[in-house]
């Protein structure tokens, strides 16, 4: 079964702290996806690749970056976390050209205070 | 811009009856649909895809229908159980076959009652 993992459940940052998001998939897909997941706004993408070194903004990028240097990794970066980054972010990976059958992880609920 | 509607209201079916979920979508002709479940606190998990050329597609107590006249799609559960209890998500593809992610519903949380 493919296995895409976050590396933390829960996080808890402060106010303009750095953070670092990482998300490792085990299948070797080319394309990796970042969203963030909120009450009532429904997945929202941040950011997405379909190779390494490469990335594309998605829907809502501001405020966040994100690194993918090695072809299973695909790092999200908060450079000064806000508040209103308080979320579910959940990572995806998917195979080839298109965008069918996402795998997700299973999320990272962090909460800037 | 793309628009994408499902129930917003949560959905109660009886146990055994079948469930039916709707997504609605304007703006946009997806070449294929996708239906995902997700489970509190958990990431979505994909159940089917549907093509534009498929009317309709099966798994198990699962269904989905595609019209693309209408932009809906119809997702049914059959014999329902307790089990079945979750938030589905229907997500398109918006990029035009490229790699560019899904858009996603907001999602209809089911409810199967025993």
């Known amino acids: 079964d493919v296995k895409v993992t976050q590396s933390s459940r829960y996080l808890v940052k402060r106010t303009g702290e750095k953070v670092f998001l990482e998300c490792v998939q085990d299948?070797?897909?080319?394309?990796m996806f970042w969203y963030r997941q909120d009450p009532g706004l429904g997945l929202r993408l941040i950011y997405f690749?379909?190779?390494?070194?490469m990335k594309e903004k998605g829907d809502i990028p501001e405020g966040y970056s994100v690194s993918r240097e090695k072809k299973e990794r695909f790092s999200l970066i908060l450079e000064s976390a806000s508040t209103n980054q308080t979320s579910m972010y959940l990572c995806?990976?998917?195979w080839g050209v298109g965008n069918e059958k996402l795998f997700f992880g299973s999320g990272t609920q962090l909460s800037v205070l | 811009s793309q628009k994408i509607e499902q129930n917003s209201e949560a959905l109660n079916i009886q146990e055994g009856k079948t469930a039916t979920l709707t997504c609605n979508y304007t703006?946009?002709?997806?070449?294929?649909l996708q239906w995902y479940r997700q489970d509190p606190g958990r990431g979505p998990v994909f159940l089917l895809l549907?093509?534009?050329?498929?009317k309709e597609k099966r798994k198990e107590r699962l269904k989905v229908t595609f019209d693309t006249t209408l932009k809906q799609s119809l997702f049914h559960i059959t014999a329902s159980q307790p089990a079945d209890s979750a938030t589905y998500l229907c997500?398109?593809?918006?990029?035009?076959?490229?790699?560019?992610?899904?858009?996603f519903g907001k999602g209809t949380h089911l409810i199967i009652q025993p």
């Open positions: 995806a990976s998917s």
């Open positions: 299948m070797d897909h080319e394309n």
């Open positions: 690749s379909y190779d390494v070194k």
């Open positions: 703006n946009y002709s997806p070449a294929y």
């Open positions: 549907i093509r534009e050329n498929e």
């Open positions: 997500a398109l593809d918006v990029s035009g076959g490229g790699a560019d992610g899904l858009t």
